[in-house]
């Protein structure tokens, strides 16, 4: 099926089909499950279950960094189930938020009481903990650690929208920075990394914050249906709509102005994902930091002055997402997807739009610091002989078959009828 979505794409058919064939064990799966205890084999299968995005680059990371990581992870993800869960009252969900990072030394603790999709992290949360407890201590602290100010920082955003562009930074901070932060201590305790990375706070929060903030965007429709709301007022508040109100028909260049914005300040980021990245040395932490900021600028193009995003689900499709994953293994490659991607916002970037000057502005600044020889063109060109081939080639045999087929079937086919 998403083969076919990608017809118009050779580069991408060919990127599934080299996928699925084994140029996958580039980026994912190192796992050396028979090593594994029962115990922790089950935390992975808990990965794969409740992480479409992470869970293959995580499984690649490098010795020891991949279980931290992917406890890390999981750790989260129950955390964040019980901030997301809309049944449970402020009583209970509050005090859970500021103690969670305890539960980590308490061995029966768990929650059954949960309504969400991943409310298996929760309910197996012993299983969880106890691989925790084993990690060493370096890694143990900076997960506690990211934990405890992660829960506190979910309080402070659990009935209240934020307000200023400011606001939106500290609630994405909270969310995505924090775990931007805890995974560069991670990697330089690992001795992967340097320590510079682990200490560098102010860059490894924006590479939470441009992968926030795409899936705020993103999900505006989604999070207005279940009545949450994360898109600032200062940027729709303007135009003196109410919450939720860029849906309205009424409101569409609103709407537009708004998504607009807010795509603008995202592109904001892009410089500190590119420094960030080019400190990187090791092949599997440079996969696992890459893959997710290259999916995150091909979806903020998708977004920008789209429409659709206020009426449906905007998505890239499989086969562009496993054709950036095969390609963003080196800085000049992502530098080379992040041009061309900045690049084709820019030529839809309108003069009538009230962003467009600071729009224009971030994306020259990304350009200048993106520049590479290397090239992520649709390749089209370099494909389109063989495809042709490939294509004639596959409707003479579909020819053939058929007239073949009537040759032989065609005396009983007529009797039939
Ligand atoms: C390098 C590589 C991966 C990075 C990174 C740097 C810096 C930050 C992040 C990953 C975090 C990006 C978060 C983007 C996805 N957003 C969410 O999942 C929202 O929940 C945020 C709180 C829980 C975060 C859990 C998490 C996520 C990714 C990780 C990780 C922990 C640990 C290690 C590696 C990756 C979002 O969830 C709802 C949904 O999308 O279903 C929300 O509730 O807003
Ligand atoms: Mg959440």
């Not at 995005?53 to 990371?61: K, P, T």
Request: glycine share 6%; aromatic share 10%; proline share 4%.
């Amino acid at each position: 099926m998403e083969l076919l979505r990608s017809i118009g794409h050779p580069e991408e058919v060919y990127a599934l089909l080299k996928y699925k064939i084994g140029g996958c064990h580039t980026t994912v799966a190192k796992c050396d499950y028979d090593k594994m205890s029962d115990n922790l084999k089950t935390c992975y299968e808990f990965l794969k279950l409740t992480s479409r995005s992470f869970a293959a680059v995580i499984q690649a990371l490098d010795g020891e960094l991949r279980d931290a990581v992917c406890l890390f992870y999981l750790v989260l993800r129950a955390l964040d189930t019980v901030e997301d869960d809309m049944s449970l009252p402020n009583e209970v969900k509050i005090p859970m938020l500021k103690d969670f990072y305890s539960y980590l030394e308490n061995p029966q603790w768990k929650f059954m009481e949960s309504t969400e999709k991943d409310k298996i992290v929760l309910e197996q949360f012993p299983v969880i903990s106890a691989e925790f407890r084993k990690l060493s201590p370096i890694y143990k602290e900076a997960i506690s650690d990211v934990t405890k100010r992660m829960g506190h920082g979910m309080t402070v955003y659990l009935d209240k929208a934020p307000d200023t562009l400011q606001q939106w930074d500290e609630y994405c901070h909270y969310v995505a920075g924090l775990v931007g932060i805890g995974l560069s201590r991670l990697f330089a305790a690992s001795k992967l990394e340097s320590e510079e990375v682990g200490k560098d706070d102010k860059l490894a929060n924006s590479m939470g914050l441009f992968l926030q903030k795409t899936n705020i965007i993103r999900d505006y429709l989604e999070d207005v249906q279940q009545n949450r709301h994360f898109w600032p007022k200062q940027a729709w508040g303007k135009y003196g709509t109410g919450q939720g109100d860029l849906l309205k028909p009424g409101n569409q260049q609103y709407a537009m102005a708004c998504l607009n914005e807010l795509v603008t300040n995202a592109l904001h980021h892009v410089p500190d994902v590119l420094v960030y990245l080019g400190r990187l040395q090791n092949q599997s932490v440079f996969n696992f930091c890459a893959i997710p900021q290259v999916m995150a600028i091909a979806t903020l193009e998708r977004c920008y002055n789209n429409p659709n995003i206020f009426t449906g689900v905007v998505k890239i499709r499989k086969g562009e997402a496993v054709k950036m994953m095969l390609q963003a293994t080196s800085l000049d490659s992502v530098k080379a997807i992040m041009t061309h991607f900045t690049l084709k916002i820019k030529e839809r970037v309108s003069p009538d739009d009230p962003t467009a000057p600071a729009t224009s502005a971030v994306i020259d600044r990304c350009l200048r610091l993106s520049q590479t020889d290397t090239v992520y063109a649709s390749q089209s060109e370099r494909f389109f002989p063989l495809y042709i081939s490939c294509g004639i080639l596959l409707s003479a045999i579909v020819w053939q078959y058929y007239t073949g087929l009537y040759s032989i079937m065609g005396p009983y086919l007529e009797d039939e009828k």
